[in-house]
């Protein structure tokens, strides 16, 4: 069964830096089979994909999020991160890591909990 | 990037009803359509992929049909649990999109 689970700090300043890790448990993320993905959820609203990396290195990004975001892999750790660049109040959102199977269904099939991050002064 | 537009945005229903709710893409997705369910303060959870392949352990009463650029999931008797947001999302091109949701309330 794979697990994910996000952390990182809360509450960031505008214009600096998000970054946030997830733990992968049940699957070694350099064995293939998923798309490890970033998802973001604005207060009250919608679902909003960030990018994801595959365990190659091969990634891709949301055009809106493209020069700000890097996301990268620690097989060692069995970890993806997330690096947000000069965020803003728009950065507010509660932030997923999600595995996108790739054998052919091409859906979130699993999702961390989810973790709250405020920019705020 | 492929719009994904759902309808309605809400719905209120009584346990038992059969509910329907249409996702239609901005362009042909190939039936590249998976659809979520999410309770408040919870992550989303994958019940359909592939337009109407029903993931593991989901309940029967979900089905997913369509084609081209216009899709539904189907709720066949709303049973207590199923009060929840409801997000397709379509897995044809990157960047990958979603639907804006539809919420099930009870009526």
């Known amino acids: 069964q794979v697990q994910l689970r996000e952390s990182g700090p809360g509450l960031v300043k505008p214009s600096e830096t998000l970054s946030l890790n997830c733990i992968v448990s049940?699957?070694?993320?350099?064995?293939?089979?998923?798309?490890w993905s970033w998802i973001r959820q604005h207060p009250g609203k919608g679902l909003e994909w960030i990018g994801y990396?595959?365990?190659?290195?091969?990634?891709d990004y949301s055009p809106s999020l493209k020069s700000r975001v890097t996301i990268s892999l620690d097989t060692s750790k069995n970890e993806i991160s997330l690096i947000l660049n000069s965020v803003t109040a728009a950065d507010t959102a509660v932030y997923y890591c999600?595995?996108?199977?790739?054998?052919?269904?091409?859906?979130?099939?699993?999702w961390g909990q989810g973790t709250l991050v405020t920019v705020s002064s | 990037d492929i719009q994904m537009t759902q309808s309605p945005s809400s719905v209120s229903a009584s346990v038992g009803d059969r509910v329907t709710i249409t996702c239609r893409a901005s362009?042909?997705?190939?039936?590249?359509l998976a659809w979520y369910q999410q309770r408040p303060g919870k992550a989303p959870k994958i019940l359909i992929y592939?337009?109407?392949s029903l993931r593991g352990g989901v309940p029967s009463r979900f089905s997913g049909s369509g084609s081209g650029t216009d899709f539904s999931l189907t709720i066949s008797s709303l049973q207590p649990e199923d009060f929840a947001t409801y997000f397709c999302?379509?897995?044809?091109?990157?960047?990958?999109?979603f639907g804006q949701g539809t919420k099930v309330e009870i009526k």
């Open positions: 999600a595995a996108e199977g790739v054998s052919g269904d091409y859906s979130f099939d699993y």
């Open positions: 049940g699957f070694p993320i350099s064995s293939g089979g998923f798309h």
């Open positions: 990396i595959y365990y190659n290195g091969r990634s």
């Open positions: 362009q042909g997705i190939s039936g590249w």
């Open positions: 592939a337009t109407s």
């Open positions: 999302q379509q897995s044809f091109t990157f960047p990958r999109t």
